[in-house]
């Protein structure tokens, strides 16, 4: 598809070089922007995994299963209305669940078990990051066994699972670690998440701020719908929104405050400060959308920085070591209790923090945007980022320079011609003559 504007250049009868060059720019760019199915660069070996292990084969040909998911990705959290996990059973056959535990409502489709459905990132809250039930199912004609069932789906935007491979059976730990007993048979479903199958537009947009340059530059315009397109409904500041009827178990659609950029979560890095050894950022996360509390938010931002952070004030912060000791990566999150939920728009609408970075010798600058984050998202979603040549920028030194070398200019000439007056006037050989 990128193809096209390159042809089109080769019509306009550009120089084959440019050509060229724009191809291997816009090849690398969409590999950049687009990465392939399921990638995230900063969670590269994220995935949401569906274990069934086969406890036990019982007389009569039913079994006990237990089913476990497993959210192994960073950053990334699974909120209401939560999973509904559903398969199918391969070729004719038609087993029944007969039962579930604990208590969970029972039927081909799984719905929202035992942890309403929500799963933690494994960064978050590692004991929230894992939902197990077990099932006894048989078939419904005869005594045979029932077969393992395939094209899992978990019922989330975004994710996709791949067919369950047989793996080596899980070993489990019982009586506190006493006994150890073994499934008879574990097969693994992998499903992993790509931004771009979730949601066409992105969801938030990031706007830059510095105490060097009085200019903010706001988050880019439509980076999430343009203001007045068909379908890009908002409410303008001071107005209430419309009165909602949610569908039970649908996530509500964001209803935006009316802007230029029209996104629901706005994140706002300020450069605040600099000290001689330090300097100090502050962060705001703000609400636009009107239906949604973000409870168990979290944020992910890129900067080479990060690996001198010497203080975070009033969030949690944990590297993100994904590429060995190249922390450039880091997530925050909110306090529990304190500002762990980004309440809808409003007063309260926000976020904060602030954080002190240490100035690495020779590689420190407030040049050329270095301050500023090459990557942000919220909840594992890609901010839009303004273009770098909008980045708020230092004042310019060369025009400084410049300046400060012509009015010393100035001052010598001033002086050469008070010294020639002085000298045309005969008062110096005066003076002199007169000791
Ligand atoms: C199941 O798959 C996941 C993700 O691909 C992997 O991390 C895990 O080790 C697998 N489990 C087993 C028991 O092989
Ligand atoms: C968000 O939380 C506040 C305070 O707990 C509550 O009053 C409000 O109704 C919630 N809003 C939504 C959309 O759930
Ligand atoms: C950077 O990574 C190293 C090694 O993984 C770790 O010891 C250090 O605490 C990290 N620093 C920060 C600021 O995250
Ligand atoms: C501040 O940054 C803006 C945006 O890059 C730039 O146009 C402007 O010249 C800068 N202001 C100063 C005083 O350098």
């Known amino acids: 598809m990128d193809l096209i504007p390159c042809l089109f250049l080769v019509n306009q009868q550009r120089s084959f070089y440019v050509v060229v060059l724009m191809t291997v720019l816009l090849f690398s760019s969409t590999c950049f922007l687009l990465p392939a199915d399921g990638y995230d660069p900063l969670d590269p070996n994220g995935n949401l995994n569906i274990r069934w292990d086969v406890l036990q084969q019982n007389d009569g040909g039913t079994q006990d299963v237990r089913l476990t998911i497993v959210n192994y990705q ?46 933690s990132s494994m960064m978050q809250d590692p004991g929230k990051y894992l939902a197990a039930f077990q099932m006894h199912i048989g078939s419904a004609s005869d005594s045979s066994v029932p077969r393992l069932p395939a094209r899992f789906t978990l019922g989330l935007p975004g994710y996709t699972c791949g067919e369950p ?67 890009a409904e908002c409410v303008k500041p001071g107005k209430l929104p419309p009165v909602l009827q949610l569908e039970h178990n649908e996530p509500p659609k964001p209803v935006v405050q009316c802007s230029d950029h029209m996104c629901p979560i706005r994140v706002h890095w300020h450069v605040k400060l600099s000290y001689t050894q330090y300097w100090r950022v502050k962060i705001t996360v703000t609400n636009l959308n009107y239906v949604k509390n973000y409870s168990e938010w979290n944020l992910v931002v890129l900067h080479p920085n990060l690996r001198s952070v010497t203080q975070v004030f009033s969030f949690n912060y944990k590297p993100l070591n994904v590429y060995g000791n190249i922390n450039d ?84 000439l001033v002086l050469l011609l008070t010294v020639t007056v002085f000298i045309v006037n005969g008062f110096f050989p005066a003076t002199l003559c007169n000791r």
């Not at 100035?359 to 407030?366: A, Q, Y």
């Not at 090459?374 to 230092?394: A, H, Q, T, W």
Request: hydrophobic share 35%; charged share 20%.
């Open 165 to 231: 491979f047989k793996v080596p059976p899980t070993k489990f730990f019982e009586d506190q670690g006493r006994r150890r007993t073994q499934a008879l048979a574990t097969w693994n479903v992998t499903c992993s998440y790509s931004q771009f199958r979730a949601s066409s537009a992105p969801t938030c947009c990031v706007s830059l701020s510095a105490f060097y340059n009085k200019t903010i530059v706001p988050c880019p315009k439509c980076s999430c719908a343009c203001h007045g397109e068909d379908g």
């Open 74 to 119: 960073l950053f990334r959290h699974v909120e209401l209305p939560g999973w509904k996990l559903s398969w199918t059973w391969p070729g004719d056959e038609e087993p029944v669940i007969i039962d579930l535990l604990p208590g969970a409502p029972y039927n081909k489709q799984v719905a929202n078990c035992c942890k309403g459905g929500v799963l």
């Open 329 to 412: 990566t880091g997530m925050f999150y909110g306090i529990q209790y304190y500002n762990d939920v980004l309440l809808q728009t409003g007063e309260s609408g926000n976020v904060q923090t602030e954080m002190l970075l240490h100035k690495d010798p020779g590689i420190f600058t407030f040049k050329e945007g270095w301050a500023f984050p090459r990557k942000i998202s919220f909840n594992g979603e890609e901010c839009v980022m303004p273009s770098p040549d909008d980045y708020p920028r230092l004042p310019n030194t060369a025009r400084f320079d410049a300046q400060a070398a012509s009015s010393i200019i100035i001052l010598l």
